[in-house]
């Protein structure tokens, strides 16, 4: 048997990320795998808030993706590999099975991975907090999750068991497609060289439209044809690691090497360093060259050994965020806004509100890129005022959108459109765990 | 000499890694990686922030790939789930950057 090129594909980049393209991709993609990465720092943290809630902790989207995409998937011969199981993999497992035999498919494998989530261990760990530098249990807020980042081992044992779907928490994004790639080639686990172009891969694929012109236009310097209609990426992966990026025949968007240049370095720290818990990949002297349309090759990527440490991601209840917004237009709606602001801000003060920050914004004029607003940026006809609190208490962050409200009456001439909102916050902070104390198992389902 | 917008001869892409923010500076041609090289300090680029970044920014140098990574530390008001800035993700940091001036040797 020759050694072929491997076909794999991205059906998910974010966890709700669009339907549609993820169902082109299944039906026509021909792959031997296709990949679903929907979770960022907060969306962890609020899957298992909505479980201790007793809801369900894994994707919310889970169940629509397991109807409408990986069914053409499976009739195809394509394997599933995703994190949707995010704060409980056994219990997607579980609803997968289901959905799957609902609509009459069945005998499918499924795999669950579990072990990520620390926070049952967290009092034998004894974790210290990446920001801080304090112990775990000095952050002031109630912690609600602590999962470590694991790679890609637990996912090629599945694969190499049988597994047509694996589910499973907080894998790191670049793993999920290590994973499937150890397992068509064989790669072993140091096999550096190939380990590398498997995170390279992946790290491309996880942010799926972002390499086939998603967030990329700019026009006239940057022109994305049919922008609307663009799809999601997959990769022909060769057995020595180099491979091809490109799309669907037939979606929008492109893919160029100046896209797949910008996409190897986003949210990459030092691009000769890029850690990951399968190991530490080098993109730094990466060959990235047009091979036709719409057809980027990626080569010469390296990696070193894994870190004797995983990353942890905790997250603690932090309070609530209080937001209140209203537009001011015409003439005098600058100076009508800045008096807006003012009365809001002295109202908190006179209630005694509680906050811990607050922040007054001129949408329209320098809310995005606030102090570095340039002198030249010209003055807007309409602008909207943006008041956001952060509290203790629910109470506190409250009076923040109730005063912004109230402007209706109380306020300048003319403010209309008033909106208010209050959130719970789950903020993020990091940690280290040693890889041993991190085990990881398996359990299975069938549809 | 010219003067130019950055915009005129590099793009870029921006996205958060925590409490820090990513832009990476990638210019169309090779030939303008050198003067980049010189010009965009990190210094440079911190005073162009204006106080939106409140720790250090570091670059990283890909001459390989033609690219340059830079780390905007401390820049999204205590990170993306704690920030009451609007853009909490940082996105939209490199069109920021986009519009620093450069002064080029010849006609872009």
């Known amino acids: 048997m020759t050694a072929r090129p491997f076909r794999i594909g991205t059906g998910a ?58 069914p053409v998937a499976l009739a195809r011969g394509t394997r599933i590999v995703s994190n949707m199981g995010a704060a409980d993999p056994a219990g997607a497992a579980d609803r997968a099975a289901a959905v799957l035999r609902e609509q009459g498919v069945r005998g499918v494998r499924i795999a669950a991975l579990e072990g990520d989530d620390l926070l049952p261990r967290l009092d034998a760990l004894d974790l210290v907090v990446t920001e801080t530098g304090l112990p775990l249990r000095a952050l002031p807020g109630r912690i609600v999750s602590a999962n470590a980042h694991i790679g890609a081992q637990g996912l090629v044992q599945a694969l190499g068991l049988g597994a047509q779907v694996v589910l499973g928490g907080r894998v790191s994004d670049p793993a999920l497609y290590l994973a499937c790639l150890r397992h068509a080639h064989g790669w072993a686990a140091d096999d550096w060289p190939r380990i590398g172009a498997g995170i390279a891969v992946g790290h491309l694929l996880e942010c799926g439209a972002l390499v086939t012109g998603g967030f990329y236009a700019d026009p006239p310097y940057k022109v994305v044809p049919d922008l609307a209609a663009a799809g999601f990426p997959l990769a022909e992966v060769a057995p020595d690691g180099t491979a091809v990026i490109t799309k669907l025949e037939g979606t929008g968007g492109l893919v160029t090497p100046d896209i797949v240049l910008e996409q190897i370095l986003h949210e990459v720290h030092d691009p000769a360093a890029y850690i990951t818990p399968d190991a530490v990949a080098d993109f730094s002297a990466a060959r990235v060259d047009a091979a036709g349309r719409d057809r980027v090759r990626v080569s010469g990527v390296t990696a070193r050994p894994w870190p004797r440490q995983l990353k942890v991601s905790v997250g603690v209840h932090e309070g609530f965020i209080g937001e209140g917004e209203i537009s001011y237009a015409g003439s005098g709606a600058v100076d009508r806004a800045r008096l807006a602001g003012e009365v809001v801000r002295q109202r908190l003060e006179m209630r005694k509100a509680d906050l811990d920050e607050l922040q007054v914004d001129l949408i329209g004029l320098d809310a995005v890129h606030g102090p570095a607003t340039p002198a030249w940026a010209p003055a807007p006809y309409e602008l909207r005022l943006r008041v956001a609190g952060r509290a203790r208490t629910e109470t506190a962050a409250t009076m923040v959108g109730d005063e912004v409200e109230s402007l209706y009456v109380w306020g300048p001439v003319g403010g209309g459109g008033a909106r208010k909102t209050v959130r719970p916050i789950v903020a993020v902070y990091s940690s280290l765990v040693p890889r041993e104390r991190v085990e990881t198992r398996l359990t299975w389902r069938e549809s | ?42 210094e440079r680029i911190k005073a162009h922030c204006g106080g939106l970044v409140r720790g250090d920014v570091v670059r990283y140098d890909a001459p390989a790939l033609g690219a340059f990574n830079v780390l905007l530390k401390d820049a999204l008001g205590g990170g993306v789930t704690r920030t009451l800035m609007l853009d909490i993700h940082g996105k939209a940091l490199s069109c920021l950057l986009l519009d620093m001036t450069i002064e080029l040797p010849e006609a872009p």
Request: charged share 30%; net charge positive; glycine share 6%.
């Open chain 1, 13 to 70: 980049a974010y966890s709700e990320d669009r339907i549609d393209p993820g169902v082109d991709m299944a039906a026509r993609g021909d792959l031997d795998y296709l990949v679903f990465e929907c979770l960022a720092e907060r969306t962890l943290a609020l899957a298992q808030v909505r479980r201790l809630r007793q809801g369900p902790g894994f994707d919310p989207w889970l169940e629509e993706r397991f109807r409408q995409i990986v």
């Open chain 2, 1 to 42: 000499m010219a003067t130019v917008r950055l915009r005129e001869i590099a793009h870029a892409r921006s996205g958060d890694k925590g409490r820090d923010a990513m832009v990476s500076i990638i210019p169309w041609e090779r030939r303008h990686y050198a003067l980049l090289a010189r010009v965009l300090t990190p």
